[in-house]
């Protein structure tokens, strides 16, 4: 999957944002039962944890991403967190809090649907957002420039390895969509009644600022893309695929860690018979 993953200096412009995979939903069928056995071995095993982060433009699709691969695994065993904007009790603690104490368990999936990148990518696009979080250095919109903006991706550089030097497993996607699509998805909630709900005035008021949402999804891409924390740029404007790159990158992941259940104990092993002839004697 290096194909898609950020190893350098990247441009999303010059990065495709469409390819079609034929039988993309048989393969996405056969990759998430994996995914499904994968995450019970490692529950069991209970060493790991791992972090799903998913970015895109409005209507790129990480609802029906997370819904379609997921699919196969148990309720129990992944946990998906949508952030929206920050509530009163969020605001008193900084930034990173809401994220921490979301973080998925050893043996569970997380999934940051809409991540701590907000951060430095919403609030970027409008800085006057920052003032809500009343950093006591923050005066005026002036401190609120690049070196802020730098400065706090390395802050999340380090959360990030903070976490995976103690066994979060990080995969960051970010579902890259042409603006064009953007426009067809958009019209699709408007003329299917069925999906008028989907629809804010307000996606039209950010589809404005397309082209500065992609400056800062470059910028951070480029600055925040680790070994211990890597993201991988997928083309969006198919959805079958691109749910189905995501699986298969998350699958070949996860099978280098070879997890395995644990053994039972050998005090029990060698009791296994004792134990299922006092099950089958019972009255």
């Known amino acids: 999957m290096n194909k898609y993953k950020v190893t350098g200096t990247i441009k999303l412009n010059e990065l495709e944002t469409k ?32 972090l799903i982060c998913l ?4 209507t790129s699709g990480k609802d029906s991403l997370i819904r379609e691969v997921f699919k196969n695994v148990s309720a129990q065993g992944v946990v998906v967190h949508s952030f929206k904007v920050p509530t009163e009790l969020e605001l008193k603690h900084d930034y990173l809090w809401r994220h ?3 973080l998925p368990a050893k043996g569970k999936i997380g999934v940051f649907n809409r991540t701590h990148y907000e951060n430095v990518l919403v609030t970027r696009v409008h800085p006057e957002y920052i003032f809500g979080e009343k950093i006591p250095s923050v005066k005026s919109l002036d401190d609120l420039n690049d070196d802020f903006y730098k400065n ?4 999340i550089n380090n959360f ?11 995969l ?41 949402y992609q400056f800062c999804y470059q910028d951070l891409l480029n600055k925040t893309s680790k070994e211990n924390a890597p993201w991988y740029v997928i083309p969006a404007d198919d959805k079958p695929t691109a749910r189905l790159i995501v699986a298969e990158t998350i699958y ?17 092993k060698i009791e296994i018979e004792n134990y299922k002839a006092q099950l089958e004697g019972e009255k």
Do not use: C, H
Request: proline share 3%; charged share 45%.
């Open 19 to 50: 390819e079609v995979e034929k039988k993309a939903k048989k393969k996405l069928k056969a990759i998430r039962k994996k995914i499904s056995e994968i995450q019970e071995a490692m529950y069991a095993e209970g060493e790991y944890a791992v």
């Open 55 to 58: 970015q895109g433009m409005d």
């Open 100 to 102: 921490y104490i979301a």
């Open 152 to 155: 706090r991706m390395e802050e």
């Open 160 to 170: 990030e390895k903070f976490i995976s030097d103690n066994g979060t497993i990080i």
């Open 172 to 212: 960051k996607f970010f579902l890259n969509l042409s603006k064009e699509e953007q426009k067809n998805r958009l019209l699709r909630r408007l003329r299917l009644k069925e999906k008028n709900w989907k629809f804010s005035p307000s996606d039209l008021k950010e589809r404005k600022l397309w082209d500065k």
């Open 252 to 268: 070949k992941t996860l099978k280098q860690y070879n997890f395995k259940e644990p053994e039972l104990p050998k005090k029990y």
